[in-house]
């Protein structure tokens, strides 16, 4: 079956940096365009950043534009979100989801439209 597995969160202060990890297994991750959320205590699942399946395009949500970046292994089946700069406001748990169909601003920032999701890994930035 479909797996995704999250790894890499922590404590961090703020201004530090922290990579997540996402591994991908039982689909052809090339077929895929790849996303990360969020979602804080008391707040709704929110957009971060997502990359395309093949070449290379990637969209963010303005507040982390500029300390976030992105990136996928296609040989690997591994999709990566670094983080710098981290504010406090960026804690929350982090979740990689895998969605096949167009992408364009809209459809990618809306978590309904992803087919396989992890379980999440949990960031905290301490001020």
């Known amino acids: 079956q479909v797996q995704l597995v999250e790894s890499g969160g922590g404590l961090v202060q703020a201004g530090g940096s922290l990579r997540l990890s996402c591994a991908t297994s039982?689909?052809?991750?090339?077929?895929?365009?790849m996303a990360w959320f969020r979602q804080a205590p008391g707040k709704e699942r929110e957009f971060v950043a997502a990359?395309?399946?093949?070449?290379?395009?990637?969209q963010y949500r303005d507040s982390v534009k500029g300390r976030f970046t992105i990136s996928r292994d296609n040989a690997k089946n591994t999709v990566a979100l670094q983080m710098d700069s981290l504010k406090p406001d960026d804690t929350a748990v982090y979740y990689c989801?895998?969605?096949?169909?167009?992408?364009?601003?809209?459809?990618?920032?809306?978590?309904?439209?992803?087919?396989?999701w992890g379980l999440g890994t949990q960031v905290t930035v301490s001020s």
């Open positions: 989801a895998a969605d096949q169909g167009l992408f364009d601003k809209s459809r990618r920032q809306d978590h309904k439209v992803y087919d396989y």
């Open positions: 039982g689909l052809t991750f090339s077929n895929y365009h």
């Open positions: 990359i395309s399946r093949s070449d290379g395009r990637t």
